[in-house]
T-cell receptor
Framework: AQSVTQLDSQVPVFEEAPVELRCNYS??????LFWYVQYPNQGLQLLLK??????LVESINGFEAEFNKSQTSFHLRKPSVHISDTAEYFC??????????FGAGTRLTVKP | DAGITQSPRHKVTETGTPVTLRCHQT?????MYWYRQDPGHGLRLIHY???????DKGEVSDGYSVSRSKTEDFLLTLESATSSQTSVYFC???????????FGSGTRLTVV
């Protein structure tokens, strides 16, 4: 079985401050890991993914996530957030089958 | 998102009535998925399809049925809607090469 825990349901932060959104997963086999972002009234968009290789993965808009196998974590970080980063972020894990499991989401609010 | 559309975008229905949501894709993918999104639960898989007339249950399939008579269309039916089925429903297809999913814009269903 696999599950995903996002440790913070809400994260308020001021503009230009750093942020970390935490994600832990449980799985007995190798997994693929994802972060999705959802802006208001929209569907989820893929932000970044870890499939294999380098444990640090980056997105085009400055987010990065690090796969830590020993701690079964895949935390999302950004060194300096913008107002436009306000959204809900979902961590997800996928085995080599048709089951993508999502965390409960973290609502990031960036304040001016 | 390009290649996947959902209809309707919003629907209000009464308890006990049947409801059908439609997902249409233009990517010719074998696999299609239906999820529901609820606060505190993230996204949970309802049903998925791995080809025409080939479907299987997900994590929260009770009260839902699906049909796939054509590659491009995947229908989700609530046979007798209940208030607990008030939710936002998302359809998804695999994103080529990334092992992630592309999501539709969602259907907000309210059962009164």
């Amino acid at each position: 079985a696999q599950s995903v825990t996002q440790l913070d349901s809400q994260v308020p932060v001021f503009e230009e401050a750093p942020v970390e959104l935490r994600c832990n997963y449980s799985s007995s086999v190798s997994v693929y890991l994802f972060w999705y972002v959802q802006y208001p009234n929209q569907g989820l968009q893929l932000l970044l993914k870890y499939l294999s290789g380098s444990t640090l993965v980056e997105s085009i808009n400055g987010f990065e996530a690090e796969f830590n196998k020993s701690q079964t974590s895949f935390h999302l970080r950004k060194p300096s957030v913008h107002i436009s980063d306000t959204a809900e972020y979902f961590c997800a894990v996928r085995l080599n089958n048709n089951d993508m499991r999502f965390g409960a989401g973290t609502r990031l609010t960036v304040k001016p | 998102d390009a290649g996947i559309t959902q209809s309707p975008r919003h629907k209000v229905t009464e308890t006990g009535t049947p409801v059908t949501l439609r997902c249409h894709q233009t990517e010719n993918h074998r696999y299609m998925y239906w999820y529901r999104q609820d606060p505190g639960h993230g996204l949970r898989l309802i049903h998925y399809s791995y080809g025409v007339k080939d479907t299987d249950k997900g994590e929260v399939s009770d009260g839902y049925s699906v049909s796939r008579s054509k590659t491009e269309d995947f229908l989700l039916t609530l046979e007798s809607a209940t208030s607990s089925q008030t939710s936002v429903y998302f359809c998804a297809i695999p994103t080529g090469g990334s092992y992630g999913y592309t999501f539709g814009s969602g259907t907000r269903l309210t059962v009164v």
